[in-house]
């Protein structure tokens, strides 16, 4: 059966509650992928469980980059893949067709994101250099990081208006 667009529409009835959640992600990730559905936004429930799965992409990207590593030079690899983590979710981020009320702050989290993967480079480049006073003075200012803070304001915004991020927008 088709729908509008042209798009194929399949009806699975799960065995449980346990394959209804991965189930809706996969085939929505799969219609939004094949361009069904054109301009339509995601509803409120579907954007905040895409944004808290990407979430939870980048968190555990950035649980390799801990400075309490071996060496110094062990620790720009994991940055390198917290970059690319970070560019990814910023990517697709910027790729949803988000709710309207959480459009701008939905744009401000993808542009802080990807911006932060840059501000990550001088923390590799460090590392690289075995530079320990320059990856202890990165760490200390990640607080103060105006993209840092730039995805900080956007998720608090988020929370205000409603929308549960998962630990994006939890303190």
Do not use: W
Not at 17 to 36: D, I, K, M, Q
Not at 87 to 112: F, H, M, Q, T, Y
Request: aromatic share 4%; proline share 4%; hydrophobic share 40%.
């Amino acid at each position: 059966m088709t729908g509008e667009a042209g798009c194929l529409i399949v009806t699975v009835v799960p065995a449980d509650r346990r394959t209804v959640v991965p189930l809706a992600a996969a085939v929505g990730a799969v219609v939004l992928s094949a361009g069904c559905g054109g301009s339509h936004r995601l509803s409120k429930p579907q954007y905040e469980q895409r944004v808290t799965a990407m979430y939870e992409d980048v968190r555990t990207a950035f649980q390799g980059t801990t400075t309490n590593v071996p060496s110094l030079q062990a620790l720009a690899p994991r940055v390198s893949a917290a970059q690319r983590e970070l560019r990814k979710v910023s990517s697709e981020l910027s790729k949803l067709e988000a709710p309207k009320e959480a459009e701008e702050p939905n744009d401000a989290i993808a542009e802080g994101l990807d911006a932060y993967a840059d501000d990550l480079e001088r923390l590799r480049h460090a590392a690289l250099d075995g530079n320990a006073k320059r990856v202890r003075a990165f760490e200390a200012g990640i607080d103060e990081n105006e993209h840092v803070k730039q995805i900080e304001e956007a998720a608090e915004e988020l929370k205000s208006k409603g929308y549960n991020l998962g630990a994006l927008t939890n303190d």
